[in-house]
């Protein structure tokens, strides 16, 4: 994995039939930077902090296992088998939330048909990321989303922890004509940039893999970031935030969202609009005063 700004390069084609069963296996260790694994039924590789998991679509032990020889230092700490649905916590299906008519790319055509004029369509196949859509801070955002461009036309964004890109297509379907993508895990950004190739939006949206504070500066009219609180806190002070107009804000618990409101108290922010949700999860939509 490589850790610097870089743009990401599909490695994968777009599936046309949803995964079935997985084959996860866990790791002590980073595989390195330079570490390219080309197997057939291998999905992705994702990796927090100093651990991995490594998905396939088969069982892969003795795959693993040259994996493993070719990165001394790394161990297998666990191993496991479920289905795509046990691992997305639910079947990936078609829905909606406000316009946006949200559907997995291997639904058959006639389960994308008599959208009303006003949806908007978004293929989304979150892959093994997470980020389907059903989280209530995505769910927020999208509505946010929607609140801030009947108020003003954007023109840039910045989507900070892009996940699986939903933000960042919502944004190119509501108008948006430039859309900075990130996420620091490369299998996200990998993701991302799968589902703007299936919606057709390139032209419009650029994915990269990096820190979001290494991106803060971007220029852009608003930013959104449902991100970890320990990042959203060094984005609020950086130089680059104050130069965004609107601020999409999510992914905070109850404590955090206090704090925010007490840091955003003393920027010249205004919060137009918070959501709460089952009393944990809080999402703020806020503007430049």
């Not at 046309?16 to 570490?35: A, V």
């Not at 946010?144 to 900070?160: C, G, K, P, Q, T």
């Not at 960042?168 to 993508?181: D, M, Q, R, Y």
């Not at 205004?270 to 809080?282: A, F, L, P």
Request: charged share 25%; with cysteine; glycine share 6%.
């Amino acid at each position: 994995m490589t850790t610097g700004k870089q743009s990401v390069k599909d490695s994968r084609k777009c599936i046309d039939t949803p995964y079935k069963d997985l084959y996860i296996y866990y790791l002590d260790g980073r595989l390195k930077s330079n570490h390219k694994i080309f197997y057939d039924h291998f999905i992705g590789n994702w990796q927090e902090d100093e651990f991995s998991f490594l998905f396939f679509s088969k069982p892969s032990p003795k795959e693993v296992e040259k994996i493993l020889r070719s990165n001394p230092g790394s161990a297998l700490l666990e191993e496991f088998h479920m289905t795509y649905d046990q691992w997305q916590g639910a079947k990936i299906v078609p829905f909606k939330i406000g316009r946006f008519h949200i559907i997995p790319p291997w639904e058959k055509q006639s389960n994308r048909t008599d959208p009303s004029a006003k949806d908007l369509t978004v293929l989304l196949d979150p892959g093994v990321v997470f980020g389907n859509g059903l989280h209530t801070t995505t769910q927020d955002c999208l509505k946010a989303l929607e609140m801030v461009f009947l108020r003003e036309n954007i023109a840039s964004a910045l989507d900070l922890g892009t996940g699986t890109g939903l933000l960042s297509l919502a944004v190119s379907l509501l108008g948006g004509k430039s859309t900075l993508a990130v996420d620091f895990n490369f299998l996200a950004a990998n993701t991302a940039l799968r589902n703007v190739r299936l919606n057709g939006l390139e032209n419009t949206i650029l994915v990269a893999q990096g820190r979001a504070e290494d991106f803060i500066d971007s220029p852009s009219d608003l930013m959104i970031a449902n991100i970890h609180y320990d990042v959203m806190k060094q984005l609020i002070t950086s130089q680059g935030f104050l130069e965004k107009k609107w601020f999409i804000l999510s992914g905070l618990l109850r404590s955090q969202a206090k704090d925010l409101r007490f840091k955003l108290s003393r920027l010249p922010v205004n919060i137009i609009k918070e959501w709460k949700r089952d009393g944990i999860w809080h999402t703020l939509l806020a503007k430049k005063g």
